[in-house]
């Protein structure tokens, strides 16, 4: 697919500003001049940020150039992401934020995931008339998807705890992107394209996306001034001014009943689509309750290197360090390069098989962290590897209560495995001066969330309630329904050291294919020897503990005949929701001797990516 650049008026002005108040006259960017042109790859010192984004990365630097640290230059870029992809993340959702800490030497992380409401049944998801789960095509779009948002709570929590900026400071930039707009890309115009259908069946939604009927055009400047606005009232008032009062109250009445045109039909194009807009539960009360979580992050050696990820509600950490703890017997650089896939591709299919069975939000479960992320574990699940041939998938969850690295005599436990996350979401990664490193990744769950704009305010709701098990009357799955709850999540925000220093910060998008993802690119860097810029490029392949492997087109050309012997069968990446058959977006920073920092991002997926850096390597 062509990729259009999206220069903004509003950044293009703000950095003209900043290169006089400054008084280096030095550009910042590659081209040399004042845009933030779109490089997936950027070297240099002083600071660097990588993200989806151009504009995005473009608000991270302004704010790193002006003396702000790396957690305020994640919020601005947050924020300003809330504007240009608002079908992947914004005020409507939830993430995760991890932050390396120069001056501790210590990573500690935010848990801003969505919650379900406080009203919700076991059985919200369970059509009473069939007692079977709604099709998701019909829960995705509906009042009773969405979670309590928790990106705003987050950005002010990471600003409280480790950045200099207040909120309002932060929120600059993007407002300023709101307020003037940014232009149109294929990505932007083709997302919107593949949510038509839906967005045009919510008023507010269809009179801010689908302006005059149609997705904006390619080379249109896209505004958003209700979102302006509303990060405006955010910037003068704090966060009491979302999670409680007017805006409070008009996310609840949207949620419980959402804004469809009663006069809507199906298009002919996509007749007997059926979107119902289920009511659903949000209360101001849930959103008055809202809080974020500090939590210690997940923690595990991979050959010489300290891997930190995101603790539960988010089998992220737990599911990338217990895959890496499987691989640590196999000398993996010293294979041939199927042999290498192949147990990749095994070690992920065992992880998938434990996270089904016992991860979810560890307020409700009891997650068993430690035992998931222990090297013994790891080891002994690395026993079920044959490094001849693919085992038969779904693969049996481990035993957690009983392991000693030895390989096991007991049989294997049932694994409850059900994958209902979607490809949405975004990433950035930002790194300072200082040396501190944040690791974000954002999401409002599918691209376009609940396709439910909130009437006059510019952003859209989430549906991460969906991450939830759908049939929820299973009272062994960690991931069913419980109303406070947190749905699980794959997101998988990493941060690696080495000798007590940064290494590589990495995190990506893609629902469940985020952890084989981040999984992947650690691997392609630390035992395969590609460069960072490289390990993000390269094809990538995902087994979630299914019967086939999902894989990029330039996978399967790759490497499909050399994985046929071990009897992997790979199809095509890509779902009904997208035209991409593309696996993720990653975005990096490898931190080299001296401050050398390589920021790297996609060259070619989601239209490529923006990696920039304060001062670039001559
Ligand atoms: N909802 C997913 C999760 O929390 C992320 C969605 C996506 O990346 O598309 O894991």
């Known amino acids: 697919m062509p990729t259009l650049r999206r220069r903004v008026a509003a950044v293009t002005a703000v950095l003209a500003l900043s290169v006089t108040a400054g008084g280096t006259g030095t550009s910042a960017f590659a081209d040399g001049g004042l845009h933030p042109g779109k490089s997936p790859t950027a070297t240099g010192y002083g600071g660097a940020v990588s993200s989806v984004d151009a504009d995005a990365s473009a608000a991270a630097l302004e704010v790193l150039r002006h003396g702000g640290n790396a957690a305020d230059a994640a919020v601005a870029a947050a924020a300003t992401l809330g504007v240009t992809e608002p079908y992947s993340a914004g005020i409507g959702g939830g993430g995760y934020f991890v932050f390396y800490d120069a001056g501790t030497g210590k990573v500690q992380t935010i848990d801003g995931r969505e919650t379900a409401p406080e009203r919700m049944p076991a059985n919200a998801f369970i059509n009473a008339a069939t007692k079977k789960p709604y099709p ?4 995705v779009s509906s009042g009773v998807s969405v979670g309590v948002p928790g990106s705003l709570a987050t950005w002010e929590r990471a600003l409280t705890r480790w950045g200099t900026l207040g909120l309002d400071e932060a929120l600059k930039p993007a407002i300023k992107v709101a307020e003037d707009g940014f232009v149109v890309d294929e990505t932007f115009r083709q997302q919107t394209l593949d949510n038509k259908v839906r967005f045009s069946a919510f008023t507010p939604t269809r009179n801010l996306f689908l302006p005059g009927g149609d997705a904006p055009a390619v080379g249109s400047v896209f505004r958003n001034p209700d979102l302006a606005d509303t990060y405006r009232l955010i910037a003068r008032k704090g966060t009491d001014a979302f999670y409680s009062g007017a ?3 008009e996310m609840a009445a949207t949620v419980q009943a959402p804004p469809k045109d009663p006069a809507w039909a199906p298009p002919a194009s996509a007749p007997g689509t059926s979107i119902p807009a289920f009511p659903g539960y949000l209360t101001t009360a849930d959103l008055a309750a809202y809080t974020t979580l500090d939590q210690d992050p997940t923690h595990v050696e991979y050959r010489g290197y300290d891997v930190y990820g995101m603790a539960p509600s988010s089998s992220g950490g737990t599911t990338v360090g217990e895959a890496l703890n499987i691989l640590e017997p196999f ?3 010293g294979m041939s390069r199927p042999a290498a896939l192949h147990h990749y591709l095994e070690a992920t299919a065992l992880a998938f098989a434990d996270r089904g069975k016992y991860v979810g939000d560890p307020a409700f479960v009891d997650v068993p962290t ?10 002994e699940r690395s026993c079920a590897i044959n490094p001849a041939t693919a085992a038969a998938k779904p693969v049996p969850a481990g035993d957690v209560s009983t392991y000693d690295g030895v390989c096991p005599v007991t049989p294997a436990l049932a694994a409850h495995e059900t994958d209902t996350e979607n490809l949405s979401t975004t990433n950035l990664t930002v790194a300072d001066k200082w040396g501190n490193v944040v690791e974000y990744t954002l999401t409002i769950e599918q691209t376009g969330g609940s396709g439910i704009v909130v009437p006059g ?8 309630l969906t991450d939830f098990s759908y049939d929820s009357t299973n009272p062994a799955d960690p991931n069913r329904v419980e109303p406070g709850k947190r749905p699980r999540s794959s997101m998988s925000p990493t941060i690696i050291l080495k000798d007590d220093e940064p290494f590589l910060a990495l995190g990506s998008p ?3 294919t985020i952890i084989t993802t981040v999984l ?9 020897g590609m460069s960072v810029s490289d390990s993000i490029a390269a094809p990538r392949a995902s087994q979630r503990n299914t019967a086939s492997v999902t894989a990029e087109p330039g996978f399967i050309s790759a490497y499909g005949i050399g994985l046929a012997p071990f009897g992997h069968k790979l199809v095509p990446a890509g779902d009904a929701f997208t035209s991409a058959a593309e696996i993720g977006a990653a975005t990096a920073i ?9 920021a790297a991002a996609e060259p070619a997926r989601r239209g490529g990516g923006s990696a920039m850096v304060v001062k670039p390597e001559r």
Do not use: C, W
Request: charged share 25%; no cysteine; net charge negative.
């Open 136 to 139: 998701f095509a019909e829960l």
């Open 247 to 249: 805006l409070a109250e």
């Open 331 to 333: 000398n993996l650089g």
């Open 370 to 379: 430690a035992a998931l992320t222990d090297p013994l574990f790891g080891k």
């Open 457 to 464: 305010r510019g952003f859209l709701l989430n549906n991460e």
């Open 510 to 512: 893609g629902g469940s």
């Open 520 to 528: 992947q690119t650690i691997l392609n860097r630390v035992d395969l």
């Open 590 to 598: 490898e931190f080299g001797r001296n401050g050398r920092m390589e």
